[in-house]
């Protein structure tokens, strides 16, 4: 037996939660299918040993769009976030450390211990990247324009793009090198430190399986400030009960609303007659039809595994079977038992409360993804340390610690035959011993951890290739062209089938977005068909 809705949502993350609610805002009756048993997708917070809860896999807060937390009314509802007081901490090969954050002047100060001329350069380079990003803002809730809709796309087309032709010369160039140089040329025409580059570079490689010599890694770096954290720009910070206390509100919101959330339903199969989506069969033979069927699983996941070839257009198989998926992340969730001592900075401090990043160079970067290529993970990886529970007692017993271990390079796929299932051991290993390194004594704090290799992120959360972005954020797979040209609105190359995942404009984070624009574009199509009618 089958029940029919106006909308069925294939995953229940965030971006599924915030479709969901616009779509039961306009009236519609919306079914949520999730494969797990808890809603949130890869924003979640579980406890993964006796007392230690943490945020599995997202594990902080910027990209989370205003509009969006304003129309769910995510605060009233205890949706809280905590600013870090810096934003990132970053020890040095001699023995020192750079602390950025904190306001202007501060930072200002912090370089000049590394070069006086980067710290008079700040102001200007804040300034530009600001410009542009001030750009992304506006465009993010956008719908790209969508080639192959004649007049419409040349219009919207012209209106998204006067804001960039309304810019003068000098921030247009700054917006063609955000988009096509690599992160360290870029980082190379404003900074002369290698610490200071490293500073800012460090955003560029973040669910980015590529060197900071990648020609547009730079929009990486940019990707990662376009965010905010209560109203402050460019800001970062720890949601307290952890990424998965959001995503609960918004269950809770849209449930209230009359939304149905079913867990442990997996999806196998979207339904296509008549050239048109019309429901799903999961995995337990029940099929779920739907007036429209809105995918928020990645592209590969979609159509390459719960999709017949036959149902698609060639073209678009074949040009999704080139569609790039693969962050190289490894992600680990530590107990401790005492926080981290660091060598270059004795005892507790603001720098526990902020992203401890440990790769002090842009070679030490390039160095890790070359190790990757070849050896399929890095001697030396590029990890990110967040402590939250010394913000947010609720995640660990007292005098206790849990820690986020975000790291790179971990090839998708380890070469010559190689499984992970055979070697994340001994990289979680390898990425403590990199911990120790820093703050000695680390090792003997751990209690226990949690481990995601690339395959890990892949069987749990639906990540292919381990990607925490659902495809890399190139130049060919950005804005219209998210995850393919003619398909960059939220619409699938069948009638009735919408995308509202990271795959889909404006790409990665959790930013809400991608859910907002496909209700919008789900509603419009909506309204047309019954106007036409």
């Known amino acids: 037996m ?54 599995t896999a997202s594990y902080t807060v910027s990209l989370l769009n205003p509009k969006v937390i304003r129309d769910m009314k995510l605060a009233t509802h205890g949706y809280r976030v905590i600013e870090r007081p810096i934003s990132n901490f970053l ?19 912090e370089f000049r211990k590394f070069s006086a001329k980067d710290a008079t350069t700040l102001p200007a380079y804040y300034e530009a990247l600001e410009v542009v990003a001030d750009v992304l803002r506006e465009l993010v ?30 921030q247009q160039r700054d917006v063609l090198d955000l988009f096509t140089k690599s992160a360290r040329g870029f980082l190379d025409s404003w900074f002369e430190s290698d610490a200071v580059k490293a500073a800012f570079g460090f955003d560029a490689v973040v669910g980015n399986y590529a060197s900071p010599d990648t020609p547009g890694s730079a929009y990486v770096l940019l990707h990662h400030v376009f965010g905010e954290v209560n109203g402050r720009k460019g800001a970062w910070g720890h949601a307290v009960g952890g990424m998965g206390a959001i995503t609960q509100i918004m269950a809770r919101v849209v449930q209230a609303m009359g939304v149905e959330i079913s867990l442990e339903a997996p999806v196998e199969r979207v339904l296509v007659d008549g050239a048109r989506a019309v429901g799903v069969r999961l995995e337990s033979g029940e099929e779920v039809m739907g007036g429209v069927v809105i995918a928020n699983v990645g592209p590969k996941l979609l159509y390459q595994r719960m999709m017949v070839e036959s149902d698609l257009p060639a073209d678009f198989v074949r040009r999704i079977g ?4 693969g962050s190289g992340t490894f992600r680990m969730n530590v107990a401790l038992s005492a926080l981290p001592d660091f060598t270059c900075l004795p005892g507790a401090g603001e720098h526990h409360r902020s992203g401890i990043i440990l790769a002090p160079t842009l070679d030490y970067m390039d160095r890790a993804f070359l190790d990757a290529k070849r050896d399929g993970w890095s001697r030396q990886p590029i990890v990110e340390m967040l402590i939250p529970s010394t913000i947010d007692d609720s995640l660990a017993p007292e005098g206790c610690h849990v820690a986020s271990l975000f790291c790179q390079q971990f090839a998708p796929e380890l070469p010559d035959g190689r499984s992970w299932d055979d070697e994340r051991e001994a990289a979680a290993d ?20 949690q481990i995601h290799s690339p395959l890990d992120l892949e069987r749990k959360f639906g990540l292919v290739g381990g990607d925490i972005m659902h495809g890399n954020l190139t130049l060919d797979q950005m804005w219209a062209a998210r995850p393919v040209l003619g398909h ?19 790409g990665g984070g959790v930013t809400g977005a991608p859910g907002h624009n496909a209700a919008r574009e789900v509603l419009r199509d909506g309204a047309i068909w019954r106007r036409w009618r």
């Open 322 to 325: 080139a569609f790039k998926a």
């Open 91 to 109: 020890p040095q090969p001699d023995g020192g450390y750079l602390k950025l954050g904190g306001g202007l002047e501060r930072t200002q100060a």
């Open 430 to 449: 390898h990425i403590i011993a990199t911990v120790e390194e820093h703050a000695p004594g680390f090792a003997r704090s751990v209690i226990a951890r």
């Open 141 to 170: 809730l956008k719908s790209p324009p969508n080639v192959g809709d004649g007049l419409g796309m040349v219009v919207e087309a012209v209106k998204q793009g006067r804001r960039v032709a309304g810019l003068g010369l000098e």
């Open 2 to 55: 089958s029940k029919s809705y106006d909308a069925v949502i294939i995953g229940g993350g965030h971006n599924g939660l915030v479709c969901a609610f616009y779509l039961a805002r306009a009236g519609y009756r919306v079914r949520i299918l999730e494969r797990r048993d808890v809603v949130g997708g890869a924003a979640v917070t579980e406890q993964f040993h006796p007392g230690f809860r943490n945020s």
């Open 488 to 506: 960059g609105a939220y619409r699938g190359p069948v009638k009735g089938l919408y995308m509202c995942g990271a795959g889909t404009h404006p």
